[in-house]
């Protein structure tokens, strides 16, 4: 967790003085996507685990404390009471939910800094943000004139 927040992108962010090439702001863009996209990976990860463990409690719940059950425990399979590991099966609950919160206000904040970078950049998605054709001459003079335009494929 600490170590995704604590990285920050440095494609993104131009040195001081120098303009970024085309290549290097497409390179900085696909860079903050696969962070995200990654970042969105975890969460999946991290909500399916918690739906297991609120499955597991929900069938839990209605038995005896005094009843045998199996937990895997790091690939060994330990034998328990209920009543010993519902506690803790609510321990994990609660700090999954945690890190799922976390998560998607990280995923949130990624999509914030985007955004930003996109519009900083004069980044578009291809299909989503097509420029109109003009067929004038006075296009193109029009396009001379405006700062170029990265388009990129949509994710």
Do not use: W
């Not at 003085?17 to 863009?29: M, N, Q, V, W």
């Not at 989503?128 to 003009?134: E, M, T, Y």
């Amino acid at each position: 967790m600490a170590s995704t927040e604590s990285k920050k992108t440095t494609a993104a962010k131009p040195v001081k003085g120098k303009t970024l090439t085309p290549e290097e702001i497409y390179s900085g863009f696909q860079q903050l996507r696969n962070e995200q996209r990654n970042l969105v990976n975890k969460l999946t990860e991290v909500e399916m685990d918690l739906n297991e463990h609120k499955m597991v409690l929900e069938t839990l719940k209605d038995l005896d404390g005094e009843r045998k059950c199996f937990r895997l425990i790091g690939g060994v399979l330990c034998e328990k009471t209920v009543k010993d590991v519902i506690p803790t099966l609510t321990t994990n609950r609660d700090q999954l939910m945690a890190v799922a919160e976390s998560l998607n206000e990280q995923v949130t904040k990624k999509g914030v800094e985007i955004n930003e970078y996109k519009e900083k950049h004069n980044i578009g998605i291809r299909g989503v943000d097509d420029p109109p054709q003009s067929s004038t001459s006075e296009g193109e003079k029009a396009t001379e004139s405006t700062p170029m335009r990265i388009m990129v494929n949509p994710i």
